[in-house]
């Protein structure tokens, strides 16, 4: 690396850290660096599967796929969020982690993962009881039992609560009878049902004595021996952009019988005679609790997401410092990319985005595991309900991460990132659906809206979009507007800083503090303005649904701002938090990151901060420069910043590149 | 549609155009329409090529995707910008007309034509004198000889100046000898090579006498009946993200031996007794003048990017019309898409963009056709060298919104959106090597800005990256600073609107000359301010390379502030002289979209407009809702709009979305 030419990032008095890597990879591995260690083997023995990727037709690669997730699952690295009992490793946690890390590889190995053991494997632990367990835990966690979750349909993705499939409880049998009501109501972008799953968890509308009781989920065998069985019809959806290792299909049901007991009756069941009961009284809040614990979805594809982005940064950065071009600075040699301040513009506040993210990752993988751990109870009830909002808002996050940061590097790789064999076409590809599915950012997102704008009201809580829009509009607003007034929160930031009434033009703006004041003023003074117009409207006597469309980008912004918020807070409090014994040149460069995600953050969004007041316009060029001077210190750090992310070499492919 | 319930455009007196589809498609197809409808017939003839891009592994779609161009070329299609002597159509802007058109179709087929007619024909055409177009023109016109264009070296991709390809001219056998120097030499992701070229032109730095005379292009045979001649060496690149029916490949050469005449000689020759003369003295210049002949390519590229972005808007536009998904206005019905204000935020604007960067590939088409159908003089010179930056700009900006488009319209259409046939799939993947190839995105901007800071004096124009580093710092500075003066340019911006001192306060949002000031503005703002920074930091004696490198952002911000300006110039000065005939509601709805176009760009780029003082916090503001505005009154004609690009319904598939 030659930084000597093109790099001066010396400020008087500053030092370059010196970065331990394996020090840090340690850091970020945290307490499951066992199981994460396990999976980085696992990859490394089954790279040749990113070879397969590209050189077997469809249905090669499929078994493949499914081959490699079978040999995998006996190490037991997917079944870690199982109860011991039943094979598992009894530690959600970990779970996770081992999942993030798989993301390092191909991806339709990762996503069967996720079908087979979160998805399928998740609804039945769930959803089920004792008697689903028994039935089918065993066999699904080594695989040998494959399913899958047929929850979306064509017709509905995102408003889960208006599926048209129908599951009728016949009383003379003691049996429930699916049926798929016209092609919006097929199953459709299932994974593993075009193929391999011999089991469906079926989401369909509940009808008992002629009463419809809401969606609730079902376990329906739909092959034997690989043919597909009676009154089931099975599609494929063909080939998609990537993830060609999983076979999506589409599912119909023609009365499809099944006993009593398929009904997963965690939460409700039907008895023998035909009398419905529930624990949850309100159907809106049964709904949404059954939904609640299937968060961890999300949780595992924000993660993967974060980590495919790792991918990504590692092979652009290797390649930036390796590659030439142009003579710049010298007659004779050409300048390496990685020393062009547009190139280090491009790359490295994405780096320190993904170091803010794991961080945050490992914040809302904490909580889930808390959550799914302990003994239910009130402060557990609130705690579930945060994770629900951090589960959503990291994923959209991650996911957008993922699609940016690989297009940016493939870019940054120039023609030779447009080969197959450096990676970005599978990761491109692949990650493409994240930001849909396991729910779709933007939807997410309004969903943490809805949390932030009620004060987790428990009315509210229990409400589909509709009555969203209403509640907000006629009930809520008033509180939150009070909460949040613009006066309380100045008086709040002051305290925070020593600046008084000009803490926003005298805090350095490097003090974390400032950082934090500055996106928690965002978040607030957002929120507070879509309560606002979202009452005067309504107000007007105008049409609550047009006006909440009018305001949607604002609800949607507020929510961006409130998990951008989350995931500085994440960094900062990791940052203070490190070990007493953590190499001096870590915490400093772990500094350096979680500046360059701050003020690239707010640079990012500068001109809000100037619209309300927050940034005076040289305090807001002095962040742009300050990111360029923190992209320059960062410079000769970066290559050791992606090392410590451990991504196996044999995934970063690329021969040519690092 | 029902836009009754959702959005109320009405301001008091507006009432909401009606849009001639057939009339704006032929505003929008302009003087060749002919040629475009053949393309667009075409095109459904060979429909089918879609499925095959899905159903054939790669050697058999590389068959078919060149047994379609040669069948399109029987057409007269891809020969519009050869002479009629040689069986062409002597029409050049027609020939970047069919090549747009082409854009709408698989993009394999697109780019095989634009290697063939485009690269490697116009290199024969352009760099070669008469010997060499009889002896090839009339059968590459038809596609019985394939060539391929052997340029970009894995080495060296954007500074080509600096090839390691060696041409010795050996004057005992009056023969170049060509060798590859080292792999980094090797020709790299060459179109056709890999299979179907019988003939290359090699660019290699030629040397006579034992001195090196720069790069020149030569005509070299490569294989003769599909065998690859002797000290010839291909591979294969292999399989790419997208464009797998185009047969990329490297190239080495081992002393491979070619006649004198193999020279292209229009601007430089070798006389048999081994002296070399050029009517270019500056070797620099001779560099930029044979270069500049191939500018075709990127007009090219840059119409395509527009082009595939409008597949997309069209499939996600029309989708958004359709689909519904949650009640929000509603009780008994779901919402169609388009009637979210976020929906109408994804998509609006970029429909307006693409109606604008339309338009300026219009004024780029007409002056290349200008320039390269006239006989040179000096005023042709001049508009030579505003071709050379328009035609960089609008190809970085053109193929910059494909891959931004095309992300957003997959993103809206969901989890549909993800699979194969709905043409998402193919348009993401094979236009994501647009940014890069016929000049890398950042590059081009470059250029650009090369070509602003000098005003085009001469001695700059004809300078590789380092003289132009050396030649801004020291020679340039004063004279741009100068030219640009903030207070000359405010008094220039004075001039033009009525509001004198405080235009920028008082002008209406909607008047065409505000929006031009502003982008006006900030395009001399910022370039004055690379130049002041660049002079500053050599006044200080420090390295000119790291200097560049520290402004580096600013001077690519600088071109694209400039490209933007020119892109609404375009806009605006085609609505202000629409045919008097024009439909009314045309000439609204195009007036609707300027302002969209405009506002938007505005918008986005706020905060700079903030620091510079020509945006008040309270304009600011009121700049994002009029954009809210313009979407919900453009919202009722977005079908319309996009039906007007007249994409044939066979390229647009997506059986379940349109």
């Excluded at 959209?396 to 080969?419: M, N, S």
């Excluded at 503090?513 to 978040?523: D, G, H, T, V, W």
Aim: some cysteine.
């Amino acid at each position: 690396m030659s930084t000597d030419t093109a790099a001066p990032a010396s400020a008087p008095g500053y030092a370059e850290p010196e970065v331990d890597v394996p020090a840090l990879t340690a850091l970020l591995d945290g307490r499951y660096a066992e199981v994460r260690q396990l999976v980085r083997t696992n990859l490394a023995t089954y790279a040749s599967v990113l070879d397969d990727a590209e050189d077997l037709d469809v249905d090669a690669f499929r078994e493949r796929v499914r081959d490699v997730v079978v040999e995998m699952a006996a190490t037991g690295q997917t079944g870690m969020g199982f109860p011991e009992e039943y094979g598992g490793g009894g530690d959600i946690g970990a779970s996770i982690a081992a999942f993030e890390t798989l993301a390092f590889g191909d991806l339709s190995v990762l996503v069967k993962v996720g079908v087979q053991f979160g998805l399928f494997g998740g609804a039945i632990l769930q959803l089920g009881t004792k008697r689903h367990h028994d039935a089918y835990l065993q066999d699904l966690v080594t695989g040998r039992l494959m399913g899958c979750f047929a929850m979306t349909e064509t017709g509905h993705g995102s408003n889960v609560q208006a599926l048209g499939t129908v599951a009728t409880y016949d009383v003379a049998t003691r049996e429930f009878v699916i049926t798929t009501h016209g092609d919006a109501a097929r199953k459709d972008y299932i994974g593993n049902a075009a193929k391999h799953a011999e089991v469906a968890v079926v989401f369909a509308q509940l009808e008992v004595g002629g009463r419809s009781e809401g969606v609730h989920a079902f376990v329906v065998p739909i092959r034997e021996g690989g043919a597909v069985l009676d009154g089931v019809r099975v599609e494929d959806d063909g080939l998609k952009m990537g993830l060609n290792g999983v076979d999506n299909g589409r599912l119909w049901f023609d009365g499809v019988r099944v006993p009593r007991e398929a009904l997963l009756n965690r939460f409700a069941d039907v008895s023998p005679a035909g009398v419905y009961e529930s624990s949850i009284e309100n159907p809106n809040r049964r709904f949404f609790t059954m939904l609640g614990t299937l968060v961890q979805g999300r949780v595992c594809v924000g993660g993967a997401g974060i980590n495919a982005s790792k991918v990504a940064l590692t092979i652009a950065t290797r390649y930036a410092v390796r590659r030439r071009q142009f003579e710049a600075a010298s007659d004779t040699e050409e300048q390496v990319l990685l020393d062009y301040g547009m190139h280090q513009r491009r790359l490295l506040p994405l780096i320190a985005r993904t170091y803010a993210l794991h961080f945050a990752q490992d914040v809302v993988r904490t909580q889930l595991h808390d959550v799914f751990s302990s003994t239910p109870d009130a402060a557990l009830e609130a705690t579930r309900r945060e994770l629900e909002g951090r589960a959503a808002g990291t994923k959209a996050l991650g996911t957008w991460h993922a699609t940016r940061t690989i297009q940016e590097c493939r870019e940054a790789c120039g023609g030779a990132g447009y080969l197959a064999v450096n990676r970005f076409a599978a990761l491109k590809a692949d990650t493409d659906v994240f930001t849909t599915f396991e729910g779709d950012n933007h939807v997410l997102l309004q969903l943490v809206a809805k949390g932030l704008l009620t004060d987790y009201a428990s009315e509210f809580e229990d409400m589909d979009q509709l009555g969203m829009v209403r509640f907000v509009t006629n009930l809520a607003v008033g509180t939150v507007i009070e909460r949040t007034s613009a006066h309380k929160l100045l008086e709040r930031v002051k305290d925070l800083l020593p600046g008084g009434d000009e803490w926003d033009q005298e805090a350095g703006l490097l003090d974390s503090e400032y950082q934090l004041a500055m996106l928690r003023f965002r978040e607030e003074h957002m929120l507070s303005g879509v309560a606002r117009r979202l009452k005067r409207g309504v107000d007007q006597g105008r049409n609550p649904g047009v006006v909440f469309s009018e305001v949607q980008d604002h609800v949607i912004g507020a929510a961006n701002a409130h998990v951008e918020r989350l995931v500085l807070e994440a960094f900062v409090d990791r940052l203070r938090d490190l070990p007493a014994d953590a190499p001096e040149g870590n915490r400093v460069a772990l500094a350096l990151l979680c500046d360059l995600f701050a003020l690239s953050t707010i640079e990012a969004d500068r001109a809000w901060f100037m619209e309300h007041g927050r940034l005076t316009v040289q305090r807001s060029k002095s962040i742009s420069r300050e990111v360029n001077a923190l992209c320059r210190k960062i410079r000769p750090l970066a290559v050791d910043l992606v090392d410590a992310w451990g991504v196996p070499v044999e995934m970063l492919r690329s021969p040519d590149l690092v």
